[in-house]
């Protein structure tokens, strides 16, 4: 065993995140939950063996672009996900994102010049976030020498798995498990051109999830769900990104979508173990939002007062919860398919970054949504609408007075709009019969920023009229 492999080895470890319990695993492990308590597990590391860089770690660490390491925006900040020896990690140019400012869209929230920033994941290579997390997934379970791997999705997580299958070479076979009528045509597309098996089942993404673990414990397939302590791993990088972006300066605020709650998870851990490593001074705050369709942690957090309590939350009061929405026969639905979850997975991890960056937790509505999603697209970035939620949630707390107007503030926009075309091409047309069947039935009553095309008679001069009353463009 080379030296290398033999430091990461001994100091990156799995450990069970119950408080009671706190049992470790070995990273050569192949386990989605504590088999002592059944709780959910993190990636730990002692860090006082690892060789840690005191240097700016978020300038231009690595300028070599030929190095595929280098250029990954994922693994080029390795020492700060260090379970992998640099000879087993799968990577696919996951992470080349971009931070953006917007202060068209800044103005819609209700910030000043200069204070909005928006962290576009809908550039890698999937579409999505999800292909941070997806590398390091993928290169554990070549160390572990799976095979098979699968996932239970709304859309973007079987993007990213197929993807990651289909542009390899290690032989890896996906199996996707979606819910009836519970993806978009755009995400779709992905899992069905890049060859995985596609299981639909009678049920929304909760069903899925409950079949999908089924499935792996059963056949011993590797599950690539966010429950998969590395898939955080890898999503971590998307804060260090934001601060290299803005050279090693702490926004006041990342606001980020909800739905399974990984993303949220994976950035309190990256700030935990930042501060933890004196690379950071202070921590920003995190606020997590979720459709009003799908409002599980505002609900929680807001409504019941479920809280990290130092690793010892009463996790009862998501069970009864759970008990009521069974009882009433209560699904998820929203037109952000992506964040349309009931059961997140990673609630106790999000429960400890809400904890560890004094956050919070709202939801928003589909009309928000899809209002925040025309601005973003205005101001030059286009988005799914789950993506538009951090918008929206930005909005409402800046309204409440949550957020000042002269704060620093990160929205991330998780996937690409052609993520879901069919959305936005209903709040945008004219087409009312469209826009009913597609936003109607969610509770959407009107396009308030809707661009709508202009239909004309076959006349150039009908057309220079209709370009005339467009308007000059601004000097």
Known sequence: MSAVVKIMTDSAFQQCLNADCRATFGVDQTLFACPDCGDLLDVSYDWDRLPIPRRALFGSMRVDRSDPLNFSGVWRFRELLPFAPPESIVTIGEGQTLLRGSDRVGSYIGLNAGGLLLQYEGLNPSGSFKDNGMTAAF???????????????????????????????FGFRAIIFIG??????????????????????????DDAMARVRDVTDRLGVYLMNSVNPFRLEGQKTIMYRILEAMNGRIPDWIVVPGGNLGNSSAFGK??????????????????????????????LFNERGLRWNDGRPEMSLASDYYAELDAAGKKASTI??????????????????????????????????????????????????????????????????????????????????LKDPTATVAYHAGDQELFDSVLGSRGVRRAGFANRPVVVANQIDDIIRAIALYGEPES
């Open 139 to 169: 290169t554990h379970a070549r160390i572990v020498g799976a095979r098979r791997v699968a996932c239970a999705s709304t859309g973007n997580t079987s993007a990213a798995l197929a993807v990651f299958c289909s542009a390899t070479s």
């Open 336 to 417: 952000a398919s992506a964040i349309e979850i009931n059961r997140p997975v990673n609630l106790k991890k999000c429960l400890r970054a809400l904890d560890v960056m004094d956050g919070t937790a709202r939801s928003v509505s589909d009309q928000e949504i899809l209002d925040a999603k025309a601005c973003v697209g205005a101001g030059g970035l286009g988005c799914e609408p789950a993506s538009a939620a951090s918008v929206a949630g930005a909005k409402r707390l800046r309204e409440e007075g949550i957020i000042s107007p002269d704060e620093t503030v990160v929205c991330v926009l998780t996937g690409h709009q």
């Open 270 to 299: 990256a700030f935990l173990e930042l501060k933890q490593l004196d690379l950071i001074d202070r921590i920003p705050r995190l606020a997590v939002i979720n459709a009003a369709g799908a409002r599980t942690l505002d609900e």
């Open 180 to 205: 009836t009528g519970k993806i978009a045509y755009g995400k779709l597309a992905q899992a069905l051109d890049h060859g995985a098996l596609t299981v639909q089942i009678v049920g929304d993404f």
